[in-house]
Antibody, heavy 116, light 112 residues
Framework: QVQLVQSGAEVKKPGASVKVSCKAS????????MHWVRQAPGQGLEWMGM????????TYSQKFQGRVTMTRDTSTSTVYMELSSLSSEDTAVYYC?????????WGQGTMVTVSS | DIVMTQTPLSSPVTLGQPASISCRSS???????????LSWLQQRPGQPPRLLIY???NRFSGVPDRFSGSGAGTDFTLKISRVEAEDVGVYYC?????????FGQGTKVEIK
């Protein structure tokens, strides 16, 4: 079946970087945009950016421009989201989501905790 | 940036009664291709979001027909005809226009 499986929880120190993976299966990986959305504890959803796996093109939210990098590996149907210069405000659950006219398939989420 | 504003932010509902959530965008969501990419997501406690409605009024696969969406331009509504216990959670509207995406603040639906 169509699914997105994300990497496990991470604990990072302020100033460090984190790289989260999202492995797709059950569909034509290169044909759908993939987005990253985060959710701070008790808060709403925040769009971070997206990648088109076919060519690797990206669009980032202005808020994260310069601090986020999204990449993909077509050989393993995996997309990655790397966020640098972490602060406590980056503590959140990070989701990947497939775009098929809407965000129809979501990963299970990856908790990233930033703490000294 | 397009700002999505939902009302109410909290909706206590009696089981079996209807519920309605409004979502207003700061500008028209009509895409250059003629479609309006306004969707509704449900997030149950401890779960990732789940797609309910896409392009204003289309129910996603497996979504019960008690959920319906309507609207146009800048004003949109999600209705639950008869709330069931499994409908408890937070509901988000979301827009996609010209390579920008944004969410409403969320509306918490709970049982009275």
């Amino acid at each position: 079946q169509v699914q997105l499986v994300q990497s496990g929880a991470e604990v990072k120190k302020p100033g460090a970087s984190v790289k989260v993976s999202c492995k797709a299966s059950g569909y034509a990986f290169s044909s759908y945009y993939m987005h990253w959305v985060r959710q701070a504890p008790g808060q709403g959803l925040e769009w971070m950016g997206m990648i088109y796996p076919s060519v690797g093109s990206t669009t980032y939210s202005q808020k994260f421009q310069g601090r986020v990098t999204m990449t993909r590996d077509t050989s393993t149907s995996t997309v990655y989201m790397e966020l640098s210069s972490l602060s406590s405000e980056d503590t959140a659950v990070y989701y990947c989501a497939r775009d098929s006219q809407a965000f129809d398939i979501w990963g299970q989420g990856t908790m990233v905790t930033v703490s000294s | 940036d397009i700002v999505m504003t939902q009302t109410p932010l909290s909706s206590p509902v009696t089981l079996g009664q209807p519920a309605s959530i409004s979502c207003r965008s700061s500008q028209s969501l009509v895409h250059s291709d003629g479609n309006t990419y306004l969707s509704w997501l449900q997030q149950r406690p401890g779960q990732p979001p789940r797609l309910l409605i896409y392009k204003i009024s289309n129910r996603f696969s497996g979504v019960p027909d008690r959920f319906s969406g309507s609207g146009a331009g800048t004003d949109f509504t999600l209705k639950i005809s008869r709330v069931e216990a499994e409908d408890v959670g937070v509901y988000y509207c979301m827009q996609a226009t010209q390579f920008t995406w944004s969410f409403g603040q969320g509306t918490k639906v709970e049982i009275k």
